[in-house]
């Protein structure tokens, strides 16, 4: 089991940048592909990046390809998600959730989930 805490939200204007971070609990993250989500009001979680165990594969959801860097680092039990060109539809809560099973786009995939940290971008 994992548990996981979002940090590194907050407001920014248009074109800025910020670094998310999730911090893991227990002895077997480096087992654990990771991804990250976001949730505007209104609308369904959405994927935005995530990465395998070995980070050997990494995704992204093409709103946000070319501006996003996803990283993990394995000694220090933490996910990155490096937001750079943000822009105001990028507005959400973003959420980092691990899985064991498969680095799926989709929340199904996923079976631990942190509290949510707030972005919001300006116009």
């Known amino acids: 089991q994992v548990q996981l805490v979002d940090s590194g939200g907050g407001l920014v204007q248009a074109g800025g940048s910020l670094r998310l971070s999730c911090a893991a609990s227990?002895?077997?993250?480096?087992?654990?592909?990771m991804g990250w989500f976001r949730q505007a009001p209104g609308k369904e979680r959405e994927f935005v990046a995530g990465i395998t165990s070995t980070g050997g594969t990494i995704l992204y959801a093409d709103s946000v390809k070319g501006r996003f860097t996803i990283s993990r680092d394995d000694a220090k039990n933490m996910v990155y998600l490096q937001m750079n060109s943000l822009k105001p539809e990028d507005t959400a809560v973003y959420y980092c959730?691990?899985?064991?099973?498969?680095?799926?786009?989709?929340?199904?995939?996923?079976?631990?989930w942190g509290q949510g940290t707030q972005v919001t971008v300006s116009s």
């Open positions: 227990g002895r077997t993250f480096s087992s654990y592909a």
């Open positions: 959730a691990a899985t064991r099973s498969y680095l799926g786009r989709t929340t199904r995939w996923y079976d631990y």
